[in-house]
């Protein structure tokens, strides 16, 4: 089983903690960390909402500066809207800091969900439109990452003669992790994703239970001819965190039975989280590797 940091926000006020905690991770031997990418959250309320939900750091940047803190933990999103950003741009981000840190990012992809934020920044456009744009991105980044010079004609997005070097240290290019329940974006996942994580709090759009989401996304493996490279991680944010050694080893075997090869450890919000770090790889850790 490999472990993935979550649960961490990327809210000004509480970044000290996030920092500490990403360092006291990469020392335990965590095998990535995972902040999300939001410009502003809105009034969304539930389990992230913040009196500071809208002070936010930008995510990608703050990676950068982490990768130069760390040594060998995987560092990405979770997840990143492709209609957000320039589908370029986005790409050169990622291939830069993918050969700074010696090959550690991971890719997460998303169509985003927050309207609020996409009309604070961008333009919401509604569900399809936004899906369409995070498939056509998606393809134009792949290219950037695998071609030479990319001709790329799309219905929004294009690319005339487009260099983008360096490439990713990771061959062909970064892990992509998915991170969604809805009927096209397992579709999608299925057909370009590495990791994928189905949320246990999202409901609208695509199967409520789980195991039937995981066969929409091997579906679409299979019908792409990647079946054996589709992973999943199991595992929840925050509150909806299992709590103490034995019930975390006990929902990590059961995780590991049902196919699950990464599992999200978020950190909690109250207490010391780098000293619950270093309890849960001493006492729960060593049972899975």
Known sequence: MRFILGGLGNWY??????????????????????IPDHYMWGDMGGMMHRPDSNVTMESWI?????????EQIHLGTMVTPIPFRPPGMLAKMISTLDVLSKGRVIA?????????????YSEWNGSKTRVDKTHEGLELMLELWTKDKVDFEGKFYKA???????????????????GSRGNRMLA????????????????????????????????AAKKANRADKVDFMAGAMMGQQVSGTDAF????????????V???????????????????????????R
């Open 160 to 178: 005339k003669g487009a260099i983008l070097e360096p490439k990713p240290l990771q061959k062909p290019y970064p892990k992509l992790l998915f």
């Open 62 to 70: 703050t990676l950068t500066y982490l990768a130069a803190k760390t």
């Open 108 to 120: 997460g992809i998303g169509a985003g969900w927050s309207q609020a934020e996409f009309e604070g």
């Open 13 to 34: 006020k509480n970044y000290g903690e996030v920092e500490k905690g990403i360092l006291e991770a990469d020392r335990l031997g965590f095998d990535a960390a995972l």
């Open 249 to 260: 080893i006990e929902a990590i075997e059961s995780a590991e039975e049902s196919g699950h």
């Open 262 to 288: 990464y599992h999200l450890v978020a950190l909690p919000r109250e207490g010391d989280g780098a000293e619950f770090l270093r309890k849960f790889s001493e006492e729960v850790m060593p049972s899975f």
């Open 188 to 219: 999608l996942s299925g057909k370009y994703g590495d990791i994928i994580y189905i949320p246990p709090w999202q409901r609208g759009g695509g199967p409520a239970d789980a195991e039937a989401a995981k066969r929409k996304v091997l579906e």
